[in-house]
């Protein structure tokens, strides 16, 4: 009886212990939440401050730079953005900048042969580089982006899968990266006009909640992408108007000229 009253005590030890464990997984999961709040707000000022078109990349960078923030294992996202009517597709990739690489310890930056960005420290310690395409045959962006659910993409571990996805990466941004720093996993997020790529050199470094991270900073890629549409629309416009301005300029010039000789 004696032993029963010690073992109930124990229990009621552990009992108490795990409803500690409990409230501590409760607290990091709202710190954790609170965390990824402060980052989707942080995205959407930057939105919501675009003065350009040429502002998207920047909203994709940061975007890199905040999932990195929370913790997420990854160098590189992408936003694909898919056009059905002409069959083409544009993509921004944000990538950890060459001094950012050399300062992580990814390796020396002269293994790389030939970076050239589109836009160097687009943020600080982040490159922009952008590509455009028709569709390939079987255009396996189209799958994920029409499925509208995030899942998870897992690459090739073959030399001859690596070998590919290099050339892939050179023929799209003209920069040839070493194989140590392929990804190996991905994260897929759609979004209204395409879909998020967020990966990883590590298979084991992505699970649900980054996914969920995803998701939600894909929704933020929409907003800016919306805003980089009209950004466009009113460039035009502006380009447009200018052009009418010149050519009412010149007639004006015209009849000045004409005048001027009667």
């Not at 990883?200 to 992408?225: K, R, T």
Request: glycine residues 6%.
């Amino acid at each position: 009886e004696a032993d029963l009253e010690i073992a109930q005590d124990f229990a009621n030890m552990v009992s108490l212990g795990y409803a500690r464990f409990l409230d501590f997984q409760r607290l990091e999961a709202e710190g954790r939440e609170r965390a990824k709040e402060a980052a989707l707000q942080r995205i959407r000022a930057e939105v919501a401050s675009m003065s350009s078109s040429d502002d998207i990349g920047r909203i994709i960078a940061i975007a890199l730079r905040e999932a990195r923030d929370l913790g997420v294992d990854t160098t590189c996202a992408i936003a694909v953005v898919i056009h059905e009517e002409t069959e083409t597709i544009e993509e921004y990739m944000a990538l950890l900048s060459q001094s950012r690489f050399n300062d992580e310890g990814l390796g020396s930056i002269s293994e790389i042969s030939n970076w050239a960005p589109a836009v160097a420290d687009i943020i600080d310690g982040y490159d922009l580089y952008r590509s455009d395409r028709p569709f390939l045959e079987g255009e396996q962006t189209l799958g994920y982006w029409r499925s509208g659910m995030p899942q998870f993409v897992d690459y090739e571990d073959t030399d001859a899968g690596k070998r590919q996805m290099q050339n892939w990466i050179e023929n799209q941004y003209g920069i040839k990266i070493p194989v140590e720093w392929l990804a190996r996993r991905a994260m897929i997020a759609p979004f209204s006009h395409g879909i998020l790529c967020i990966s990883s050199i590590n298979p084991e470094a992505l699970g649900d909640s980054e996914l969920g991270i995803s998701q939600d900073f894909a929704h933020m890629v929409s907003l800016g992408y919306a805003r980089f549409l009209d950004f466009q629309t009113l460039e035009e416009q502006n380009r447009a108007m200018s052009d009418a301005n010149k050519e009412l300029y010149e007639v004006n010039r015209e009849l000045q000229r004409e005048r001027a000789v009667e």
